[in-house]
């Protein structure tokens, strides 16, 4: 059973930072691709950022200059840092990775920006 445990989210002032974290456990495969996809209300869920095994990141326009992606190979860890977060970053935050030709998704986190 794969899963996928993530943390980081919360409420923060326009401006400021978060780190999301995600987790992978319960598989021995090898990871092809972790990132998050977000999903703002009344919105459709679009892919933030993620990294592949070859190390390549890729980034929703939006979210270039701001949001840096990286992992820990060893530990199955993504991490999402989010800086000069702006509203429009409102969403619940939803860890992907694809293994073995298969997607799996985390909870969700939700993170909120507001003044």
């Known amino acids: 059973q794969v899963q996928l445990v993530e943390s980081g989210g919360g409420l923060v002032q326009p401006g400021g930072s978060l780190r999301l974290y995600c987790a992978a456990s319960g598989s021995s495969s090898s990871i092809y691709r972790m990132g998050w996809y977000r999903q703002a209300p009344g919105q459709q869920r679009e892919s933030v950022a993620y990294?592949?095994?070859?190390?390549?990141?890729t980034y929703v326009d939006s979210v270039k200059g701001r949001f840096t992606i990286s992992r820990d190979n060893a530990k199955n860890t993504v991490y999402l840092q989010m800086n000069s977060l702006k509203p429009e970053d409102t969403a619940v935050y939803y860890c992907?990775?694809?293994?073995?030709?298969?997607?799996?998704w985390g909870q969700g986190t939700q993170v909120t920006v507001s003044s």
């Open positions: 992907h990775v694809v293994m073995g030709g298969r997607n799996y």
């Open positions: 990294i592949l095994s070859s190390s390549t990141t």
